[in-house]
């Protein structure tokens, strides 16, 4: 047996390992070594996301249980480095909130078992594999959410998110048990390769379509994000917001491409339906937010409804477009909500209302929540353009011109209530507006990283060369 | 297979759970008194109502004890190709251990396994 074969799978075994040596400091650590357990874990993760990008082989194992390819290597390392962010911005969160015998470790622990589960999730080559990959993701964001242990609607979050994902996952069920009865077989090439069209494979395709959507919340599986993301601590919302849906996204686009590309008529058409919806609810439901988080949370939906659009047609250039779209969501919302977290956390603000004379007093974070907030806009100069842009050009090669109309309409709409919020911080009057907040390093660390990648990302077209590059051929 | 038997499907599947409940309360004979109507018919009468708070420590202890039932499981195919596998097949029932018996030693620290 060839053990260097298991390079193949170095980002699980290394998040595994770190999840290991989070777990020995949380039990050899005192009361008062605790506080260094977030520095080190921080640093370790960081040296884990850079070691992703090292070049190193690509091939399957475990008789095609497990694949990976160059491009499922960069979705790996998108979900690093968000969870590197949503590490630094939480350290804050955890001091104040974790005090005493509290379980920082068990923070760690519990998001990088999550991360595994998305990893295995992504480069599963079965749908058991997958299965279990989704589980591992799922289960451990309800033990997340319901953290703050003695807020009630941090507990009431968790409980909705369990039984949500419980339903999702019995639907999804559903539709791999159909998938076997009809072909036979588990591996996503043996489907691939023996998908008859029939209505059955059909019916099995929109269940686990469903499942998924739960997770992405496209409309109408929505209902239950924004009370999740409502209850749940800001930076587990931001985590649940990103990396989560990232995961998700990058899951449902590589099933589409691979398993369900005999029935592409059907699920082009599903996809035409819940973007339109999900773009068009999410808009309409954001604009009557007056909770921050909520607001957020609609938003996100709403850029959730924009994702269909790469994926419609099933062109190489689409998924790119995708990934592309993908990677600045994650920097553009991990700032808005860094931010959001960083006046939660210190100030319990948490209304729109709030925020009106935010830049007369805090000047760096009105700042980036303005940037964040124009890229999720889509605002020419910021990154958030681009990705918008690439998604748009490919339905519209794909004919799709209708489509792209009723999302530059929603594009629109989103601009207003994204400007909105920035009125509100820099125009809108304020007896008391929010005190001045002094930041520690962490959070402003985070932010920077943020900014940097809000504004970097749009320059930079060797980026998205690249990912086109390892996108090359599919289809 | 066209649409048609999709709904077939359905149907079949409805009429075969729904039958099964209706001949079964056609066909069962039934007899009520007060011993049928307990919780368990046979043992030690039940006391007070279920919809209490349980401790918290039933389901830590019985999630231990699963882990370690579970484990067993693993430790017994590994032990019958042991020998033809040697040291590779050694090395990765240690690594298994290890995370788990991690795993029993957090639980302790974490005082789960005092019985208060």
Redesign the interface.
């Known amino acids: ?1 060839d ?1 260097g074969q298991f390079l193949y799978m170095r980002h699980e075994i290394i998040l ?1 390992a770190l999840a ?1 040596i989070v ?2 400091m ?2 050899s650590s005192d009361k008062k070594s605790k506080a260094n357990i977030i520095p080190v874990l921080v640093a370790l993760f960081f040296i884990n996301t850079v070691a992703g990008f090292l070049p190193v082989e690509t091939g399957s194992l475990f008789g095609g249980m497990y694949k990976t390819t160059a491009l499922i290597i960069l979705m790996k390392n998108i979900l690093n480095a968000g969870v590197l962010i949503v590490f630094i911005q939480s350290a804050g969160w955890l001091k104040s909130n974790f005090t005493g015998n509290d ?1 920082i470790g068990g923070y760690f622990f519990i998001v990088i078992s999550s991360l595994i589960g998305m990893d295995f999730m992504i480069s599963a080559g079965n749908f058991l594999m997958f299965y279990i990959g989704l589980e591992l993701a799922t289960i451990p964001l309800a033990a997340l959410v319901a953290s703050e242990k003695l807020k009630e609607r941090s507990a009431e979050a968790g409980v909705k998110l369990i039984l949500s994902a419980a339903l999702s996952s019995g639907i999804l069920l559903y539709g791999l048990s159909l998938l076997y009865g009809t072909n036979g077989s588990l591996y996503f090439d043996n489907i691939a390769s023996s998908f008859q069209n ?3 494979q059909v ?1 099995a395709f929109i269940f686990i379509f469903t499942g998924i959507a739960f997770k992405i919340s496209i409309v109408p599986f929505h209902l239950w994000t924004a009370d999740v993301y409502e209850g749940a601590p800001v930076n587990i919302t931001s985590f649940l917001s990103v990396i989560s849906k990232a995961s998700a996204v990058f899951i449902l686009i590589i099933l589409l491409f691979t398993v369900f590309r005999g029935i592409e008529g059907i699920w082009n058409s599903v996809l035409y339906f819940t973007s339109v919806l999900t773009m068009t609810i999410g808009n309409l439901f954001a604009i009557r937010q007056k909770n921050i988080k909520r607001f957020l949370a609609f938003s996100s939906i709403a850029q959730a409804g924009f994702i269909p659009l790469g994926i419609i047609g099933g062109s190489a250039l689409g998924f790119s477009s995708v990934v592309y779209f993908v990677l600045i969501y994650l920097f553009s919302n991990l700032g808005a909500f860094g931010v959001v977290a960083a006046i939660t956390n210190k100030t319990g603000k948490e209304s729109i209302d709030e925020y009106n004379g935010l830049y007369s007093t805090n000047k760096g974070l009105s700042l980036v929540m303005m940037l964040s907030l124009f890229s999720l806009a889509g605002i020419p100069p910021v990154a958030g353009f681009f990705g918008k842009f690439f998604l748009f050009t490919s339905a519209a090669k794909q004919g799709y011109y209708l489509l792209v109309f009723i999302a530059l309409i929603n594009a629109t709409v989103s601009l207003y209530y994204y400007l909105l919020v920035v009125k509100a911080m820099f125009i809108n009057k304020n007896d008391v507006p929010i005190e001045t907040i002094k930041n520690d390093g962490y959070t402003k660390l985070g932010l920077i990283i943020c900014t940097i990648g809000i504004i970097a990302i749009g320059f930079a077209g060797i980026i998205f060369d690249y990912i086109n590059s390892l996108t090359f051929g599919i289809k | ?3 048609e ?2 709904i077939l ?1 359905f149907l079949v599947g409805l009429a075969m759970v729904g039958g099964g409940i209706i001949i079964s309360t056609i066909l069962a004979p039934s007899s009520k008194n007060a011993v049928k109507e307990e919780t368990y018919e046979c043992g030690i009468p039940t006391e007070g109502v279920s919809w209490v708070q349980f401790k918290v420590g039933y389901y830590l202890f019985a999630i231990l004890f699963l882990i370690f039932d579970v484990e067993t499981i693993f430790m017994v195919p590994w032990a019958v190709v042991m020998k033809e596998m040697g040291m ?1 097949a050694f090395i990765e029932i240690l690594i298994f251990l ?2 788990v018996i ?2 029993l ?2 639980a302790w ?2 005082k789960a396994l005092i019985w208060d």
């Open positions: 047996m053990f595994s290991l777990l020995i949380e039990i379980n029939n209505s059955l019916l | 297979m066209s649409s038997g999709i499907f590779a290890i995370i991690t795993g030693i957090y620290k974490k």
